[in-house]
């Protein structure tokens, strides 16, 4: 079964720093992996998704992530914080188990951008 | 073009009430799902429906029915609310083929006293 684990559950940084979120799956096949964004009291918007092909993935807002499978990591880096990119990460795996494209997410990294 | 829809936005319900939390998507998805959102528990998925006429169990099924009533739309019923329900609840839509990205809805408090 897939499995995803963020380590972190709160990330401080400053603003103009760099923005580094762990994730690491499990999966028996070759994942699909999606980043998801969600604001305090908005739904979940995604940042950018892996399936197959390039292994650096570029997304909105500057977000990147790179999948590297010796590692089973798809950890989402942003070169520069902004004030805005304070809010909740997840990290999903695509599920297949059997149900054909349930997500299993991550817990949730909560990004604070310090002035 | 509203994408995924859910009503209402905030419910208070007593224990043992009933209510139905209502899913609607714009998109011609096939796939339509039911989230629970916790603090430090992520997404946890409650019952999901892969194409028209069809419902599955996820992950936390109990105490919850659903019915997809057409293509557009995916309710989800809590028969005899209890205090473990009070939760976010968020509804998602796919495409269905391959292994796109699911859509969110705005999410639906409900605070269960």
């Known amino acids: 079964a897939q499995s995803v684990t963020q380590l972190g559950s709160h990330v401080s940084v400053s603003e103009g720093a760099l923005v580094l979120l762990r994730c690491n799956y499990s999966?028996?096949?070759?994942?699909?992996l999606f980043w998801y964004v969600q604001y305090p009291n908005q739904g979940l918007q995604l940042l950018l998704k892996?399936?197959?092909?390039?292994?650096l993935v570029k997304g909105i807002n500057g977000f990147e992530a790179e999948f590297k499978k010796s590692e089973t990591s798809f950890h989402l880096t942003k070169p520069s914080a902004h004030m805005s990119d304070a809010a909740e990460y997840f990290c999903?795996?695509?599920?297949?188990?059997?149900?054909?494209?349930?997500?299993?997410f991550g817990k949730g990294t909560k990004l604070s951008v310090k002035p | 073009n509203a994408g995924v829809t859910q009503t209402p936005k905030f419910q208070v319900l007593k224990t043992g009430q009933s209510m139905t939390l209502q899913c609607a998507q714009d998109?011609?998805?096939?796939?339509m799902y039911w989230y629970r959102q916790d603090p430090g528990m992520g997404l946890r998925l409650i019952y999901y429906?892969?194409?028209?006429?069809?419902?599955d169990k996820g992950e936390v099924p109990n105490g919850y029915n659903v019915s997809r009533l057409n293509k557009r739309e995916f309710s989800l019923r809590l028969e005899s609310a209890a205090p473990s329900q009070t939760s976010v609840y968020f509804c998602?839509?796919?495409?269905?083929?391959?292994?796109?990205?699911?859509?969110f809805g705005p999410g639906t408090r409900l605070t269960v006293t």
């Open positions: 429906s892969a194409s028209e006429g069809t419902t």
């Open positions: 998109m011609n998805h096939n796939s």
């Open positions: 999966s028996s096949v070759p994942p699909y």
């Open positions: 999903a795996v695509s599920d297949y188990g059997g149900s054909q494209g349930n997500l299993i």
């Open positions: 998602a839509s796919r495409e269905g083929q391959g292994y796109g990205e699911q859509y």
């Open positions: 892996y399936t197959t092909g390039a292994t």
